[in-house]
């Protein structure tokens, strides 16, 4: 009986172990302006986390970024919210939502965003960029 007692919490622990090493991730988000020829207009980013926590922006310049890390959890779902401005277009997007992008970004875990005159491109390898939507 002691066996399977052992067996049992050598188990749990294991299970515990591997489900904090597979919850407990960094993911690194970022957004580049992406336009040509702006350089009197930014794009003005601003972002916050869907638990309230507002992590703040930044007006970006041609080719300029704006960048943070997403820290995960095993009962966390983290999500990040960003408005973009540019001229009269504003737009509210997911920058980040862990359901969506836990595979998305890749094995190095980015999420890069580069935003053009024309939409949204995303990138989790800064090569390959894909229009996932446009300002509508």
């Known amino acids: 009986m002691k066996k399977y007692i052992v ?3 050598l188990g ?16 690194d988000v970022r957004i580049i302006n992406g336009f040509t020829n702006n350089s009197s207009l ?10 309230g926590g507002d992590i703040g922006g930044r007006a970006l310049q ?7 890390s997403v820290k995960t959890g095993l009962w966390k779902t983290p999500q990040f ?7 009269s277009k504003r737009i509210k997007f ?25 939409g949204f491109y995303f990138s989790n390898d800064e090569i390959t ?5 446009s300002w509508m």
């Open 12 to 27: 749990l622990v294991s299970y515990a172990a591997f489900l904090n090493n597979f919850a407990n991730k960094s993911y």
């Open 94 to 118: 997911d920058a980040f939502w862990l359901n969506r992008d836990r595979y998305r970004c890749g094995n190095y875990r980015q999420c890069v965003w580069l935003v053009k005159e024309d």
């Open 81 to 87: 919210i960003c408005t973009i401005k540019w001229d």
């Open 62 to 68: 041609e080719r300029d970024d704006y960048s943070w």
């Open 7 to 9: 067996l049992f919490i």
């Open 129 to 133: 960029w894909e229009r996932d939507f």
């Open 42 to 51: 930014p794009l003005v980013v601003w972002c916050s986390s869907k638990d």
